[in-house]
């Protein structure tokens, strides 16, 4: 299995607060997502990364904001959580190759948040 | 945007086979496949890219038309095993992101 984690696994926190969600793998990979994932919406992606401090915004990136200042770790923020932002979220790896491009991704556990 | 998937959900006995449609407006560098089962994290299947390449599992086979940008996934002689919800991503030409489809929910019956 692909070494990643997710923590915190389980959060309950109140509107308007901040929360830091993090994704740690030990795969060396290059690229590294963060999806959402609600009742009859599938997966969505909110921001991924493709190198240390490279990142870029997907579909739903409205209220996150990213980092990753090294390989290992990707952190997702939600600077004022609200309710609309309950989801369970999945972080995901990618080794990518040449140009990174057609790689399979490895998700983490995922981190269940509720927004209250 | 997001990649169509059809049927939005499969009930079938054991033995059945199935079709997983996935459709994209966009000319497409790849197609994946994944499996999520209940509460637990996505699971990779298969992934083909434009040219013809493939990589999955062997019990599993998907069919990739260039022209149409379409997909699909075919489960033969279905197993209880095979429950669960199959999404389909796709990867356009012009960048790297991976965007899913909404799901097909397979439910086997024994």
């Known amino acids: 299995d692909a070494g990643i984690t997710q923590s915190p696994r389980h959060k309950v926190t109140e509107t308007g607060t901040p929360v830091t969600l993090r994704c740690h793998q030990t795969?060396?990979?290059?690229?590294m997502y963060w999806y959402r994932q609600d009742p009859g919406h599938g997966l969505r992606l909110i921001h991924y990364?493709?190198?240390?401090?490279?990142?870029d915004k997907g579909e739903v990136s409205d209220g996150y904001s990213v980092s990753r200042s090294k390989t290992e770790d990707f952190l997702l923020t939600l600077e004022s959580a609200t309710s609309s932002q309950t989801s369970v979220y999945f972080c995901?790896?990618?080794?990518?190759?040449?140009?990174?491009?057609?790689?399979?991704?490895?998700f983490g556990e995922g981190s269940r948040l509720t927004v209250l | 945007q997001q990649p169509v998937q059809s049927p939005q959900a499969v009930i079938l006995r054991e033995g059945e086979d199935a079709v997983i449609n996935c459709s994209s407006s966009?000319?497409?560098?790849?197609v994946h496949w994944y499996r999520q089962k209940h509460g637990e994290a996505p699971v990779f299947l298969m992934i083909?890219?434009?040219?013809?390449e493939q990589k999955g599992h062997e019990k599993i086979s998907a069919s990739f038309n260039e022209k149409k940008q379409q997909s699909s996934l075919y489960l033969t002689a279905s197993q209880l095993s095979y429950s669960g919800t199959y999404f389909c991503?796709?990867?356009?030409?012009?960048?790297?992101?991976?965007?899913f489809g909404k799901g097909t929910r397979l439910h086997i019956l024994p």
């Open positions: 990364s493709y190198g240390v401090k490279d990142t």
């Open positions: 795969e060396n990979h290059r690229y």
């Open positions: 083909l890219l434009k040219g013809g």
């Open positions: 991503g796709t990867e356009a030409e012009t960048d790297d992101k991976i965007i």
């Open positions: 966009k000319a497409l560098y790849s």
């Open positions: 995901a790896i990618s080794e990518g190759r040449g140009l990174a491009r057609g790689g399979e991704l490895f």
